[in-house]
């Protein structure tokens, strides 16, 4: 389970990765021709969101692969968890139904490997 963990932590570090860096990268105007949400929300919210999906990212595999502080692991998968319940009612409420497909996927599968590292299967 151990190395399930791992596979589904780095599919999910390499999914927020692209979506963080994505709202990074583009420009607010480009990204909202993209993505329509954004229009509703605050000028800084993607990139804000962004961020945080990054350095989630990061935290889902960088502390226990270095071996330094790996109890930021699930700490991490939890709060992508939480950004993406977020981004479930997001879509619920604006009757977005096709992006609730890899919303939900990124949740359950944070969900998941927030569960086996704070739980079973904790470093």
Do not use: C
């Amino acid at each position: 389970m151990n190395i399930g963990l791992w596979v589904i932590a780095g599919l999910v570090a390499a999914g927020f990765l692209l979506s963080g860096g994505f709202k990074l990268a583009q420009p607010h105007e480009k990204y909202v021709a993209a993505q329509p949400w954004a229009d509703d929300a605050p000028r800084w919210a993607p990139r804000a969101i962004g961020a945080l999906e990054v350095l989630g990212a990061i935290g889902l595999i960088l502390p226990a692969a270095a071996g330094i502080a790996p109890v930021l692991v699930p700490i991490a998968a939890t709060g992508l968890a939480l950004v993406m319940a977020g981004a479930v009612v997001l879509h619920l409420r604006r009757g977005e139904v096709p992006a609730l497909v890899p919303s939900g996927v990124l949740l359950v599968l944070a969900t998941v490997v927030a569960w086996g590292r704070f739980g079973p299967y904790a470093f």
